[in-house]
């Protein structure tokens, strides 16, 4: 390594927020090279997996690293960032097959353009706060969260993005299927059945014929939980009592509980992995327990 090369520690975050190749990089390495080592180091458990380094994008403040580019041409030195890890976003994004058409091919590239892990999309947002170009405020509150001075971190609220239209003023493009001027929101994945609830004031997922809004719960549930649930004032307009994420407008699954409480679904998951069956805001039994209380009985 030649004399005085700076060096930049990074760590790299794949789609299920699991951090991989973690080091110290010489600002001369290429992006290419960077690749290799994650492909390497890919945990092999993972549902989505690089078949090579052209299935994967390197993304940092909202801008893809190109392969032939170094760090340092990339611009990622320390006199541009606060001291302490970087952490880059990666995203798996496999080449089209060869025996699609061009016209296939075209249309998945503008398709994937600026789309990000959260949403598809042909445009990108410009934060207010840092004047950066982020995929979405998602991958924007990531990277400014994962700043090491914790005075740093700061969330982009759907609020204080400015300017939207759905076809862009300049070239005509139409910037996602799915549009929603009062949200801010565009998304070209329409088989999600987005939809707004003006009672929620945001949009939601997963069709407006198969969701209602409970008043009390201050939020939208599946039908199937109509004067089927126990109703708690604002129950989502909170953290989830496992990981503390904001429920109301979390892109993550939620479970509601026998109680009227409410959870992330993978955070349930874990819960009842690790033998914990009692809600833990109000410890009331999260499943139906009677079998369990039978076998006691018997045991006793």
């Known amino acids: 390594m030649a004399e005085g090369q700076e060096l930049i520690e990074l760590k790299f975050r794949i789609f299920d927020g699991t ?3 973690h080091s110290t990089y010489a600002s001369s390495i290429t992006v290419a090279t960077l690749k290799q080592k994650i492909v390497a180091e890919w945990p092999q458990d993972k549902t989505v997996t ?4 052209n299935d994967l994008k390197i993304i940092h403040a909202g801008k893809v690293l190109e392969n032939n580019k170094t760090l340092a041409d ?3 030195t ?6 302490g890890v970087i952490t880059m976003h990666v995203v798996v994004q496999p080449a089209v097959a060869k025996n699609k058409t061009e016209k296939s091919q075209e249309e998945t590239r503008k398709l994937n353009s600026c789309g990000c892990e959260h949403y598809k999309r042909r445009c990108s947002i410009r934060a207010p706060c840092c004047n950066k170009i982020f995929p979405c405020r998602h991958c924007h509150n990531e990277a400014a969260n994962s700043l090491s001075d914790p005075k740093d971190h700061h969330d982009l609220i759907r609020q204080d993005v400015k300017r939207v239209a759905q076809v862009c003023c300049n070239c005509g493009v139409n910037m ?3 549009f929603c001027n009062i949200c801010k929101f565009y998304d070209d994945d329409t088989t999600k059945e987005q939809f707004h609830c003006d009672d929620c004031g945001i949009c939601r997922v997963g069709g407006r014929d198969k969701f209602f809004h409970c008043q009390k719960c201050g939020s939208c549930y599946m039908m199937n939980l109509r004067d089927n649930h126990s109703c708690v004032e604002n129950s989502m307009k909170t953290g989830c009592p496992i990981c503390y994420e904001y429920l109301f407008d979390s892109v993550k699954g939620t479970q509601i509980l026998k109680c009227g409480h409410t959870i992330h ?3 349930f998951k874990q819960m009842i992995k690790q033998n914990q069956y009692r809600c833990p805001i109000c410890s009331k039994s999260v499943l139906d327990m009677t079998s369990i ?4 009985d018997m045991d006793v």
Do not use: T
């Open 19 to 21: 951090d991989i190749a």
């Open 50 to 53: 690089p078949k090579s380094i």
């Open 74 to 76: 990339s611009r990622i």
């Open 78 to 83: 320390f006199g541009d960032l606060p001291v």
């Open 176 to 178: 996602g299927e799915y």
């Open 265 to 267: 679904m993978d955070c």
């Open 293 to 296: 209380w039978e076998d006691l």
